[in-house]
Structure formats: C-alpha cells, structure tokens
C-alpha cells in the first residue's frame, strides 16, 4: 500500500529521529567506556609504608604529608615485630584488605617483611626499599647486617642490646631487645637530628623479637615484582656498601643520598620522590 506524502514525510522523520537517538546512545555509551578506561588508568596506588624495628608508623609522618599532599592514598600499618614470618602474615591479611595496585614500601627490618609478604600477590605492583635489608632465600637480618664492615649492631649483643623477657611467647630465648640509649644515636640519626629528637625516640621505641633477627627470609618477592632503592650513605645500621649489593642483586631502581638510617625523616623529599617515581612507573 502507498503511503500518503504527509505519511511519508511522518514517517522518514520518525526514522532520523530513531538514528539519531540511537546514535546518542552509542555516542554516550562509548564516552563512558572512554571515561572508564581513563580512570583506571590514572587511578594512583595506595602507598603502604612498613616501619623498621625499634620505630612505628610516625617514623614515616613527613613522608606520609608529602603523598598525602600529591593525591595519594597512604596507609601504615602497625609491624608487630614478633619475626620475619609472623610479621609478613600479618601484613599480608592487611593488604588483602586494600582494594586496587599497591606500591609496599619497608624501611630497615621492614624490607625482610615486605619482601616475605608481597609473594603470590598480584596487587603489588612496586617494592620500595628505604635503607632496608633486600633479603633473598635464607638471608636473615643478622647475616646481612654482618655481611659488610660498618654496622653498629655487628658487635657483642650485650653492648648494644637491652635485654627483657617476653612473656608472651613459650620460647623462652625470643626475648625482646631494646637498643641501648647510648647507641641508638650513632645508630640511626646524625647531626641533622637534634639530640633532642633522639632522645624522644629511643625513649619510645618498641621492642623487636629477637627471632626477627635469626628467622631466615623466604622466596623473595622482588624477583617478580620490580624494585626500587634508596640508599643512605651515612647509613651506620645497614652499611651502605651492603645495601648497594642487596639494590644490584635485585636489578632495584637506586638512589643514594648524603642521609642516615633514619633518611626518611632526615630527607623526606627524597624518599618521597622515589616512592612516586616507583608510583608512576608501574602505574
């Protein structure tokens, strides 16, 4: 049947009306597959900072400001420093709390749990090691602090160590350790931390188990996650020489500055930047 001329005009504009809805629709639908792509791939990682021994979170307050200032998402979960295994199971239940790609940054003894914890998970896109142990299979924080000439703490325990027991564990030799007042000084800071500052945080520091000194490191993480390094040269904890050989063994990403063990405190722009540098490149 032959459609009037009015019909017909109804009808062809019916039809460019639908196209060009349709249109819109798809227009619409593939600004937002567009928009979505764009977001995942500008979403930043959540930072996790790791303390060291002795220390806590506040260790890494100025770091923590910096990042926080440039967008990113931080969190610093307690470190129980109980030893090497108990400690990486720990952190592991933490991070299979966080949602998206996490860059895990340990300083000192932090490094031997973030490099046991990050095995097997897909999440962490980045390993950050801040005048930390980098330990492969068997390595434990006595073996690689005694490696290389120039740690304070490759001594006689007792001239470094305070010593209590630890009720809370049935091995009656995991006692905790205290570094002495007398050394923790030459052990972590230098002339840019007043002394006064010192004395606040050895008077403060948390006892480490002393298993987390002789527990050996497991399959170390780093072989499949990339790496980066920041070394202090005036490191008197980990000797700078060693750290060196750990950030090589590793193929990490490294940078050395003029900064004690404590660098993050005493040059936290420094660190920040290559946390965002490690941010950025597995981004």
Do not use: C
Request: charged share 20%.
């Amino acid at each position: 049947m032959k459609l009037s001329f009015r019909r017909r005009l109804v009808y062809v504009g019916a039809t460019i009306g639908a196209l060009v809805v349709t249109g819109a629709g798809i227009g619409t639908a593939q600004a937002a597959t567009n928009h979505a792509v764009q977001s995942r791939s500008t979403v930043k990682p959540t930072v996790v900072l790791v303390h060291g021994a002795w220390a806590d979170g506040s260790s890494w307050d100025k770091v923590t400001a910096k990042l926080q200032h440039d967008g990113y998402r931080v969190v610093t979960p307690p470190n129980l420093l109980s030893g090497v295994e108990k400690d990486a199971k720990n952190l592991r239940a933490y991070l299979d709390t966080i949602n998206g790609p996490i860059v895990l940054v340990g300083h000192s003894y932090g490094g031997m749990v973030i490099t046991n914890a990050a095995l097997g998970d897909e999440q962490v896109k980045a390993l950050v090691y801040v005048d930390a142990y980098i330990p492969d299979q068997h390595d434990s924080v006595y073996g690689l602090t005694s490696a290389l000439p120039g740690s304070v703490f490759a001594a006689e325990s007792s001239t470094v160590f305070d010593v209590v027991a630890n009720p809370n564990d049935e091995d009656p030799h995991n006692v905790n350790l205290y570094v002495k007042p007398s050394v923790y000084g030459k052990a972590f800071a230098d002339k840019s931390i007043p002394a006064r500052d010192v004395a606040v945080l050895a008077a403060r520091q948390r006892p480490l188990a002393y298993n987390a000194l002789t527990e050996e490191a497991t399959e170390p993480a780093w072989r499949t996650i990339p790496s980066w390094s920041v070394i202090g040269k005036q490191d008197a904890v980990i000797p700078a020489a060693q750290q060196v050989v750990m950030s090589k063994r590793a193929k990490a990403h490294t940078i050395e500055i003029n900064a004690p063990h404590l660098s993050m405190v005493t040059d936290a722009g420094a660190v920040t930047n290559q946390i965002e540098a490690a941010a950025k490149a597995t981004s």
